[in-house]
């Protein structure tokens, strides 16, 4: 079975600049999640999607950060303008809507913002 | 609100010694209880979780953890730690009275298993 996937693995650029990260979840998950993960720190969540609705977007800075899941299967996460405190690795997890299923992870995408 | 600690930074072990990492948990409800552990540009892979039943839960690796509602706690544990086990690693709980699936993880600790 294949796992998360994400794209790119490295980003770096300057602050004030716009950056989009791809996920694509494990295939049948309808829930979708994005984290922040700020170095020293535990994951953080930013968003998360039931197919492609949202169910929660309580700690995303809505006023630079944007998401979307358009046909419930792979996301989009963007940032802009882009801060230097953005500087992290975000994570994309999947998992069925089983509430006590658990999440899986991909690899991250590590931003550094100059 | 649900909250996890993580008290050490930091747990040094030679191998082949038995290994603890120390994880306590604050939630409203039940919990539904979590260990992930993160390798060098690698994401969180999943070792074990505790929904219900039996308190010792066995995972991945060897690891094994030890679930204590009275003292809220969910101990990482192994019997004989590998150089290999050497990462960071994370405690996430759920509040399985809450109608998401949002986990809150703790600030993580990093095991280092010498020679």
């Known amino acids: 079975e294949a796992g998360v996937a994400q794209s790119p693995r490295y980003k770096i650029i300057e602050k004030r600049q716009s950056v989009a990260f791809w996920c694509n979840p494990i295939s049948g998950h309808a829930t979708l999640y994005w984290y922040q993960q700020i170095l020293g720190q535990g994951p953080k969540l930013l968003i998360q999607?039931?197919?492609?609705?949202?169910?929660?977007d309580s700690q995303l800075p809505k006023d630079r950060f944007s998401a979307e899941r358009l046909k419930g299967v792979d996301s989009t996460l963007k940032i802009q303008p882009a801060k230097l405190e953005d500087s992290a690795v975000y994570l994309c997890a999947s998992s069925s809507t089983v509430v006590q299923e658990t999440q899986y992870f991909g690899p991250g995408t590590r931003l550094l913002v100059l | 609100a649900q909250s996890v600690a993580q008290p050490e930074d930091q747990v040094n072990v030679a191998e082949g010694n038995p290994l603890t990492v120390k994880c306590t948990y604050s939630v409203s409800g039940n919990p539904y209880l979590f260990w992930y552990v993160q390798y060098p540009n690698r994401g969180l892979q999943f070792l074990l979780k505790y929904i219900t039943g039996d308190n010792l839960v066995k995972g991945s690796y060897g690891f094994e953890a030890e679930f204590n509602k009275s003292q809220t706690s969910f101990h990482l544990k192994k019997p004989s730690a590998l150089v290999s086990d050497s990462a960071l690693y994370f405690c996430?709980?759920?509040?399985?009275?809450?109608?998401?699936?949002?986990?809150?993880f703790g600030t993580g600790t990093r095991l280092l298993v010498s020679p």
């Open positions: 996430a709980v759920r509040d399985m009275n809450t109608g998401f699936q949002k986990l809150v």
């Open positions: 999607f039931q197919n492609n609705g949202v169910v929660d």
